[in-house]
């Protein structure tokens, strides 16, 4: 069963969450993010090239600057004006991944970057609506947050904690030394897979799958996963991903071992046969 993560009902929505940033303190990431070199690897300069859910754009700029023919389509129509006015010479569409209007068979590479776990009913529509859209041998990109092997284990070590501390929490209610916390109301967020998870979504949709990467900050001072999940981790100097000594150590650990015991997410190669 994937995990299932929920944050408060009164949190942001996504026009709130994408006007805190900018297109300049996007592209600012780009340069390390462990999706280069996996891009460089599979994608086509020549072919058609669609980013499901492009957000504020970023890869959808540095692939073009590269030179490759690369489509933005997204639902967020702030996000697409805010490229137009930035670069009118974009490829934008705006539609919804689960139903992006393309003929089948019509597109050479499908990108999909944090988007299908946002759907609580699953990825099944999304993935089917991408498989449809490629042409035969047409390579599909999907990433998704990675519930891996650390988060487990945080996941545990905090549930441990809670249930140690359980006794006297009610305890201290009952005696009125505190009063009793309102529950807060939570909703859904997002699904993180482990590699199976994700492998047996991709293959259900009909891919055939070519490999399965974790993917992370390439930036040895940089992690997204250390620096999003242990705030205790991040450099005094509040750059976004940037860790403090301890951090960067524990990753240079973890990368001997094998990025897949940290990374932040994972990404499914596939291939439409």
């Known amino acids: 069963m994937s995990y299932k993560q929920y944050v408060p009902d009164t949190s ?22 462990g999706l280069q070199p996996i891009f460089k690897k599979y994608l086509k300069k020549n072919g058609i090239n669609v980013e499901a859910g492009c957000g504020l754009g970023k890869w959808v700029i540095d692939l073009k600057r590269k030179g490759y023919r690369i489509i933005g389509l997204d639902t967020y129509v702030k996000g697409l004006h805010t490229l137009r006015d930035f670069d009118s010479n974009l490829e934008l ?26 759907f609580e009913e699953g990825p099944q ?27 487990q284990i945080d996941r545990l070590l905090f549930k441990l904690k809670v249930s140690l501390k359980l006794p006297i929490k009610i305890l201290i209610e009952a005696l009125g030394i505190r009063k009793k916390r309102p ?18 979504f991709v293959k259900e949709a009909g891919f055939e799958l070519v490999e399965m990467l974790p993917k992370d900050d390439l930036d040895k001072n940089r992690s ?15 750059k976004l991903f940037a860790l403090n000594s301890t951090g960067t150590l524990i990753k240079a650990v973890l990368d001997f071992i094998t990025p897949f015991t940290y990374s932040a997410l994972i990404v499914a190669v596939c291939r439409k046969k």
């Open 125 to 151: 529509q999304p993935l089917k609506e991408a498989f449809r859209s490629l042409k035969p041998n047409g390579i599909a990109l999907i990433e998704v947050p990675y519930d891996s092997p650390l988060r």
């Open 93 to 118: 569409v705006g539609a919804d991944v689960a139903q992006m209007g393309f003929k089948d068979n019509a597109i050479d590479a499908y990108i999909s970057l944090g988007v299908v776990e946002h």
């Open 183 to 200: 529950d807060i109301k939570k909703k859904f967020y997002e699904y993180r897979y482990t590699t199976d998870e994700l492998k047996d």
């Open 224 to 238: 997204i996963m250390l620096w999003s999940d242990f705030p205790r981790l991040r450099h005094p100097n509040q």
């Open 12 to 33: 942001e929505d996504w026009d709130t969450y994408w006007s805190q940033t900018s297109i300049e303190k996007e592209l600012d990431i780009v340069t390390s993010d």
